[in-house]
């Protein structure tokens, strides 16, 4: 038997809590300089409803770079900003609420 989720009271296999938290989010991409002169790509305004988790993975994956989430942001070495949306654009994210600064 499948689980019922507790947010939206719908079938596991049916759920889409994860898609809503996808559309309804801001999400800005901005860089930032640290030690010894590396340069970070930070992603905030991931709601942990999206799987911080998975989207990191992937990211990661797609990017070829070292990373973390960490409180509810997602840190990527390297410079990624010009390619970044798209990537994020194709895991379910509206290209309108994601903000590269």
């Known amino acids: 038997m499948v689980g019922v989720c507790n947010q939206c009271g719908l079938p596991q296999d049916l759920c889409v809590c994860e898609v809503i938290a996808r559309e309804q989010q801001k999400i800005t991409v901005k860089t ?3 030690k010894f002169g590396k340069v970070y790509t930070i992603v905030g305004g991931i709601r942990k409803e999206a799987n911080v988790e998975e989207i990191t993975r992937r990211l990661k994956t ?3 770079c070292g990373g973390t989430a960490k ?4 840190e990527l070495q390297g ?3 010009d390619r970044i949306k798209p ?3 194709d895991l379910g994210f509206p290209e309108e609420t994601i903000e590269v600064v």
Do not use: C, M, T, Y
């Open 32 to 34: 930032e300089k640290r």
């Open 62 to 64: 797609k990017f070829a």
């Open 71 to 74: 409180s509810g942001q997602i």
């Open 79 to 81: 410079n990624h900003k």
């Open 87 to 89: 990537v994020l654009a």
